[in-house]
């Protein structure tokens, strides 16, 4: 990336103008994007996603100031890499839960946010946690939608009786991740 | 619908080398860089308030008018650089000569140099005209004018650029 827009975004961030800022990370599944606001992590784009769409995404849902600027994302793309090497099970990032439903989705992604490195839980049992038992579908809805993967855990939520399930960056993506904590 | 404002990212890759060739008509190269960071600057905190369908022309308002800022306080420094010709020279000085429209042989900085002694209001028509290759009514859009006054700003400065080419010639025999 350029030194001019480094420079711009390092003002811009000082002076508390640059909304959203953003990193490229390499994975083993291929590019990802990571995205923070002033309060936390606010967007994770899988290798599948196109950049451009979820910078659209993010210039929609959030704000249009947005810069590449990957010193706001430098402990998000460590500890992301780390859990990829196998050296990390929990992650310690702040969260920017705004690009969720606020209500029955957000709640379900914050029950998901805490189910342990290695464990999975039924869609209906992510309902339960979130307070209606019985909307495992609505459950499958809000995960699909979940801004921020892999930080939260949505591919550890599976289908009861052992398939694993959809995944926004496709099934296989989803049981390399399983894979890769053991949990298969 | 209303159209939305992409990222702020996206336009600036799309616009940042017209305004930058823009900037290095208006102030020489070597100014041309902290101007465009300014701009851009300017740029981003009115991002929000902006609107989507008119960026190009929104984008050159206010890199005229930080050129115009940029321009009073390098007049009022100590040093002033008030002979274009130097500002010329500082920039081929800084090796940035070898790059496209506005590299700096000889002869270009001849006229560079005289495109910087034109008045303002012409030079940034004239450097948006055919440095960046705007139409007559972006011309007009970005300097707050009518297409018919854009037409003849750029006009009035090439009568001025073909006396000052005459007298470089003269001056080469």
Not at chain 1, 115 to 125: A, N, R, W
Not at chain 1, 136 to 159: D, K, M, Q, T
Not at chain 2, 79 to 94: F, K, N, Q, S
């Amino acid at each position: 990336m350029s030194e001019f827009v480094n420079r711009l975004a390092a003002r811009a961030s000082d002076e508390g103008v640059l909304d959203v800022a953003y990193a490229t990370l390499d994975t083993p599944l291929g590019t990802a994007l990571v995205a923070a606001t002033r309060r936390g992590l606010v967007r994770v784009a899988l290798p599948n996603e196109p950049l451009e769409y979820a910078l659209l995404d993010i210039a929609d849902g959030v704000s249009p100031r947005v810069l590449e600027f990957p010193a706001r994302l430098d402990d998000a793309r460590r500890e992301l890499e780390e859990y990829f090497e196998g050296r990390r099970q929990r992650f310690e990032l702040p969260l920017d839960w705004r690009l969720s439903h606020p209500g029955f989705y957000r709640r379900v992604l914050r029950a998901t946010a805490r189910v342990p490195f290695g464990e999975v839980i039924t869609y209906s049992e992510a309902a339960a946690r979130a307070g209606s038992p019985r909307a495992f579908r609505a459950a499958g809805s809000a995960l699909g939608s979940n801004p921020i993967p892999i930080v939260v855990p949505c591919h550890r939520v599976v289908r009861s009786g052992g398939a694993i399930g959809d995944y926004g960056g496709g099934p296989e993506m989803k049981r390399f991740l399983l894979d890769l904590e053991g949990a298969l | 619908m209303a159209q939305a404002l992409p990222p702020f990212q996206g336009f600036l890759d799309e616009h940042l080398d017209p305004v930058r060739a823009f900037l290095r008509g208006m102030l020489g190269p070597t100014d041309a860089e902290d101007c465009l960071q300014d701009t851009f600057l300017a740029a981003l905190r009115a991002y929000p308030r902006a609107e989507p369908r008119n960026l190009h022309a929104w984008i050159f308002t206010i890199a005229r008018r930080k050129a115009i800022d940029h321009h009073r306080s390098r007049s009022r420094r100590a040093t002033p650089v008030a002979d274009p010709g130097e500002l010329i020279d500082r920039g081929a000085v800084a090796g940035e000569a070898r790059d496209g429209a506005l590299g700096m042989s000889p002869r270009h900085s001849a006229i560079w140099a005289a495109v910087a002694d034109l008045p303002p209001g012409q030079r940034a028509a004239v450097v948006l005209r055919f440095a960046v290759d705007l139409r007559y009514r972006e011309v007009g859009e970005a300097l707050g004018t009518s297409e018919d006054a854009a037409r003849r700003n750029v006009h009035e400065a090439l009568k001025k650029l073909r006396a000052s080419a005459e007298e470089l010639k003269e001056m080469a025999r």
